[in-house]
């Protein structure tokens, strides 16, 4: 069991939170929930030992084994995959190591009598005892079985880290937490920027092999698939459900009701008593009392309730001209770079209002078909677009197109057309830039904020066909509602690559998988597709 007691973080005078206390106990599946700068990253870290407190303390048993996944992964590009997956037992191989340099030293000192001569004794008995007892492992052994039970081949063994995609290397790092069999996993974000097999594998992992688990994600599927417990930190304050992410949103709303009730109760009585202090704060017979209502007013703890947004925004794409009957087709394509093939005689026709998403592991194609279809790469075959099509295209790295000398209100308001001017300022708050951010400029913008913008920036232009290539990543649940709202309303035809499967429900009928280098068509939903994949796909990539 972990205890965490009475944790607080101040930052520059300001108090993140303060006196919070919860265990963490065996198999305990939690989500760690809230807004966005409630201090969810800030207390995984504390917990991860990682990051200092201002105040409290996490009390760890002696030889607990906490694993920390952070949402930049920590992967270098100087090893290998083998190199790499093999940390995981690097404190193995560090004691391993000085005991073969402090053997060397005991075999060439002849100082018997000498106190740094004892004090090496002991070091080496204190060392030999806790080596010793570790579990004869074949540790190359151990690492080869991970990796291969993550879809590595034995070819990849030897490649360097930085060939792999995000999703990839998100593997070694789960690699690693595996072969440390950690009392803890800590995992802040873990589903951005992996495929949807890889999450499939992933809850698999964490619900029937993992000991206790803490997460942070804007992945509603994930979270109430694999948690049993939602933390929620709110207004410097813990709350703490025995519940998943869905029934927590229902208990919620019922705290938030019994607090206005309260609250309402709370401001009648300090009304009644303010009408009696000004009644009769001349009164001499009154003095006492006063003074007394007085001072009872100066200790009340006024009771605070939820900041919840109930505002009621819907946003729609702004109307443009009408394209052709067939915007994307796709005739026999297919792309190699050198001797490796991604896909080969590839077809698709897709219709003007049509729904579709593109789906498949990292590596498989699914951003290099985009980019043939959009004419930003050469391949053998045809990709064409339709009569009248206007694109509008949203790339793993759009942020990085932003004009960096605007602030966050002039990239926004240069493209809104008409009555959506007015309502730019509850735009950039759905998508949590608010009071001064809309001033900042992109220059300034952390890596998320500039994607939350270039998602607002293609929201307000008017397109026939959009094109979205993971644009989730870095949206918290309630950006994403606005999001997939109006892609639902959204008139023209919709490329959609993701791997929230939340997200992609409801939004399209027709999914094509990118595997084995081929590109597949499949008339169904992403729930039947999932539904009809899911075993297979855990077999071939279980343990």
Not at 117 to 130: F, P, S
Not at 277 to 290: A, D, P
Not at 410 to 438: H, P, S, W, Y
């Amino acid at each position: 069991m972990i205890s965490v007691d009475n944790l607080a973080v101040e930052f520059s005078g300001h108090t993140l939170f303060s006196e919070v206390s919860f265990t963490i106990n065996e198999n305990d599946k939690i989500a760690l929930m809230g807004k966005n700068g409630a201090g969810k990253s800030t207390m995984m870290k504390i917990i991860a030992g990682v990051q200092k407190a201002t105040g409290g303390n996490v009390r760890t048993p002696k030889d607990a084994i906490i694993a920390y996944l952070p949402q930049q992964l920590l992967t270098e590009d100087n090893t290998t995959v083998f190199e790499e997956a093999s940390k995981a037992f690097s404190h193995v191989f560090a004691m391993r190591d000085e005991m073969e340099g402090l053997n060397k030293q005991l075999e060439t000192r002849a100082d018997y009598e000498s106190d740094a001569y004892m004090k090496l004794i002991e070091r080496v008995a204190d060392l030999g005892e806790t080596f010793y007892a570790l579990e004869d492992v074949n540790y190359d052994a151990e690492v080869e079985k991970a990796l291969k039970g993550l879809g590595f081949k034995q070819s990849d063994f030897m490649r360097q880290t930085n060939e792999f995609s995000g999703g990839w290397r998100m593997r070694i790092e789960l690699a690693k937490i595996l072969l440390q069999k950690p009392d803890l996993i800590l995992l802040d974000e873990p589903t951005n920027h992996i495929d949807i097999e890889s999450v499939i594998w992933l809850e698999d992992f964490l619900v029937n092999k993992a000991n206790a688990v803490v997460v942070i994600s804007h992945d509603k599927a994930f979270i109430d698939n694999i948690t049993n417990r939602t933390i929620e930190v709110a207004m410097g304050r813990i709350y703490d459900y025995k519940a998943n992410y869905s029934h927590y949103l229902q208990l919620r709303e019922e705290r938030r009701a019994h607090q206005l009730k309260a609250y309402q109760e709370q401001q009648k009585i300090i009304a009644d008593n303010m009408a009696f202090i000004e009644r009769f704060k001349g009164t001499y017979s009154k003095t006492n009392q006063v003074s007394s209502r007085v001072r009872m007013l100066e200790k009340l703890e006024i009771i605070e309730i939820d900041d919840v947004d109930t505002s009621a925004l819907k946003l729609r794409f702004p109307p443009t001209n009408r394209s052709g009957d067939y915007p994307v087709t796709v005739k026999d394509v297919s792309k190699s770079y050198g001797e490796h093939t991604v896909f080969q005689n590839a077809n698709m026709s897709i219709a003007r209002g049509e729904k579709v998403c593109f789906v498949g592991r990292n590596g498989e194609g699914k951003s290099t078909m985009i980019k043939a279809i959009l004419g930003e790469i050469e391949v053998d075959g045809s990709c064409s677009l339709g009569h009248n099509v206007k694109v509008g295209y949203f790339a793993q790295n759009q942020a990085a197109l932003l004009d960096e000398s605007l602030t966050v209100f002039q990239t926004v308001d240069e493209v809104a057309k008409g009555d959506v001017r007015t309502q730019i300022k509850n735009i950039l708050g759905r998508f949590m830039f608010k009071g001064d951010d809309i001033d900042k400029k992109v220059s300034v913008l952390s890596g998320g904020e500039k994607t939350r913008l270039a998602m607002v920036k293609l929201l307000l232009e008017p397109v026939n066909l959009l094109i979205l290539d993971e644009p989730t990543n870095h949206l918290d649940l309630k950006s994403k509602d606005v999001l997939k709202e109006a892609l639902a309303s959204f008139d023209g035809t919709l490329i959609l690559v993701s791997h929230d499967r939340d997200f992609l429900q409801g939004l399209s009928k027709k999914v094509f998988e990118f595997k084995d280098q081929r590109v597949i068509e499949h008339f169904e939903t992403i729930d039947d597709f999932l539904v009809r994949n899911r075993i297979e796909s855990l077999k071939a990539i279980d343990l």
